[in-house]
């Protein structure tokens, strides 16, 4: 049935000839948000499977599947992409890597090598949280990858300030149901949740850099916005536990970086609700109303009198778009609405009916069992998330004390993910400041705050939303790059470096 409708959507939007003039069905909807789908309701009824005693041991050791990998790299070489720009110069690749050939898993990746000596550059492994939502439209397409789509949804345009120019970048679409990727298995859709993605993930780096042998040895980091604030450190942890059990390739993990991520349930919806009333979303006898009748810890109930209150406050806010709250959002009536930091949020449309055009699947090796369903900027055929963890407080703290570069970094208009939500987790790990806070620059101009800790650093963004390389690509290419460089954001306007 699931497909039935799709398919149903599908012929509605080509009979208005652009996908974009359909439901957007993305980010840029007003309506649109997956975290409140899978996690705050399901918080709210209790009903996901949550194994406290064991937070820090998400898919620790993993029996991982490896394959012959010989000339698929050669295999999987983009000759060029549809409405290409001219003067490309760095080599594309895309694919699928199976993960699990007995239930026929596949998850679909797209690379681009770095554009100046990608052999001398970092590898980066980028994870767009949802949960279940793609990397590669909402990381590669509408944020930090070379390309955007433009407003006719068949051409694309360059990206001045496109990570690949500091780091060579995979994009995976992760875990299977997700974008290209899929299971033979139907009902595997039904099971997708922490423990699987982390293991899915897992088993594509290996395979990957099989495929890839000449990047084994480079320094390898993960990044990701979002519900990733699971993925990322859950993978890193996978990562270093079998690293050190298995007879199989070492991933070189370097660190990591996580931006707006819901880490911590208590902290993120605590800090959620104190943002909007900081904001002025909310009035003070609704924020008062959830202070004493709320208690967000993991294993409280929700009264009904807290109830009341939460839905005061979402009726409160009223339409507001709660990625970015200085922002518009897109609908089918609507092009070209810019954000605050120039982003058109009507371009998760436009890379929905790119990514749909039958020639640019075929150019990226994608879509090759033909699936019943279109490519969705966030899954249709993962329904619910089977396992989570309510807080991922101990695995940071694991991290930190394998000497990893952990960076967390906050686009601070955001009122889904919050900064004042992030610095409530921050607080919980009960580190020492190694650097007071301090402004840092981009292009000369204060882009953000910045604290080092003991094994961490937290950076906000000035105006970054929930997206921060769609929403600031400046800043956010600044950043990332002292990130790489293990160096402290720029503390004056003449060093700001890109």
Not at 422 to 445: H, M, Q
Not at 462 to 478: I, K
Request: hydrophobic share 35%.
């Amino acid at each position: 049935m699931r497909h039935h409708m799709t398919l149903i959507h599908l012929t509605s939007c080509l009979y208005f000839f652009s996908f974009y003039l359909c439901t957007v069905n993305g980010y840029g909807d007003l309506h649109f948000d997956p975290i409140d789908k899978f996690v705050i309701k399901a918080i709210q009824r209790r009903d996901l499977e949550v194994d406290v005693s064991r937070l820090d041991n998400v898919a620790a050791h993993t029996s991982v599947y490896i394959s012959a990998q010989d000339g698929l790299m050669e295999a999987d070489k983009i000759d060029k992409l549809p409405g290409q720009p001219e003067g490309v110069d760095f080599d594309q690749y895309a694919g699928y890597v199976t993960v699990d050939p007995i239930a026929g898993h596949a998850l679909f990746y797209y690379f681009v090598e770095a554009t100046q000596d990608p052999a001398s550059k970092p590898l980066l492994l980028w994870l767009t949280g949802g949960p279940g939502c793609s990397s590669f439209g909402h990381g590669a397409m509408t944020g930090l990858g070379p390309f955007r789509v433009n407003s006719d949804g068949k051409t694309l345009i360059r990206n001045e300030y496109a990570w690949n120019k500091v780091a060579s970048i995979i994009f995976l679409e992760s875990p299977v149901g997700v974008g290209f990727s899929y299971s033979n298995t139907t009902s595997d859709y039904d099971q997708i949740g922490d423990t699987k993605t982390a293991q899915g993930s897992y088993t594509f780096i290996v395979n990957w850099l099989e495929r890839f042998p000449q990047y084994k040895t480079q320094g390898f980091y993960i990044a990701g916005d979002g519900y990733a604030g699971h993925y990322v450190p859950q993978l890193a942890y996978t990562i270093l536990v079998n690293n050190k059990l298995n007879n199989q390739t070492i991933i070189n993990l370097q660190g990591i970086a996580i931006g707006n991520g819901w880490m911590d349930d208590e902290a993120t919806l605590r800090g959620m609700y104190d943002y909007w009333w900081t904001h002025n979303l909310i009035p003070n006898e609704i924020h008062d109303g959830i202070t004493s009748r709320c208690n967000f810890s993991s294993t409280a109930h929700k009264s009904a009198s807290c109830q009341k209150y939460l839905d005061k406050a979402q009726s409160s806010r009223g339409d507001i778009y709660i990625y970015d709250i200085y922002s518009t959002s897109c609908n089918s009536s609507s092009h070209h609405v810019l954000s605050s930091g120039g982003f058109d949020t009507c371009s998760y449309a436009y890379t929905r009916s790119y990514l749909n055009l039958p020639q640019v699947q075929e150019a990226l090796h994608a879509n090759i069992t033909a699936l019943p369903y279109i490519w969705e900027a966030c899954t249709s055929v993962i329904e619910s998330w089977k396992d989570w963890h309510p807080t991922i407080l101990p695995t940071i703290k694991l991290l930190t004390e394998r000497n990893l570069r952990l960076w967390i970094y906050s686009g601070d208009t955001d009122a889904r993910v919050s900064i004042t939500s992030t610095n409530y987790f921050i607080d919980k790990l009960n580190i020492s400041v190694n650097t007071s806070w301090y402004p840092w620059y981009a292009k000369g101009e204060i882009a953000g705050y910045a604290i080092g800790y003991q094994n961490l650093t937290f950076a906000s963004v000035r105006g970054g939303g929930h997206f921060v390389p769609s929403f600031q690509p400046d800043r956010a290419l600044t950043l990332f790059s002292s990130f790489l460089e293990g160096k402290l954001p720029p503390n004056s306007p003449s060093d700001f470096g890109n």
